[in-house]
Every structure is written in C-alpha cells, then in structure tokens.
C-alpha cells in the first residue's frame, strides 16, 4: 500500500464529472497507475518533479476540458437545432 486513500479518490467525480483530475504521488507503482487509469485520472506525475513538469501537465488538463466542454456545448446546440426543425 502506497499510504494513499484508495477510497476517495474517485470522490472527485461526484462534485463535476468533467473535472481533469491529476495524480501526484510519491510512490509510483503499476497498480497506482492502473487504478488512476480505470479511476479517470487525467495525468500522473511522480514526485519529485519540476515546476516546468507540473504547468506543462495543468495546461495539458486545461486544453483537453475546454474541447471536452466545446464539444458538449456544440452537441447540446445542434439538439436544439434539431428540435427546433422538426418542432
């Protein structure tokens, strides 16, 4: 066992289902790994780490939710274009 809370880390899901979350952990193993993948973890980062590691990650977390936002947002336009249509 890593000393992590294993149970709480989805929890994060229940606030906002589209937030990037981001794992930084001390003590990287493949079982981590595997959890943080199946959990939906955005990225993973090994401590220590650089300043310049983290904001490239953050930023990386940043682009991919705002296309995840656009495409919803577009999807959610087009439905009511199409009830509107056949309305």
Known sequence: ???????????????????????ITGYP??????QAIHQGIHDYILKPFK?????ATVAAALKRHERISGLEKAAHELEE???IATG
């Open 29 to 34: 193993s493949l079982e981590t790994a595997r």
């Open 81 to 83: 274009l199409k009830s």
């Open 1 to 23: 066992d890593s000393g992590a809370d294993h149970t709480d880390r989805h929890r994060f899901r229940e606030l906002d289902p589209q937030i990037m979350a981001i794992l």
């Open 51 to 55: 300043k310049d590691e983290l904001c």
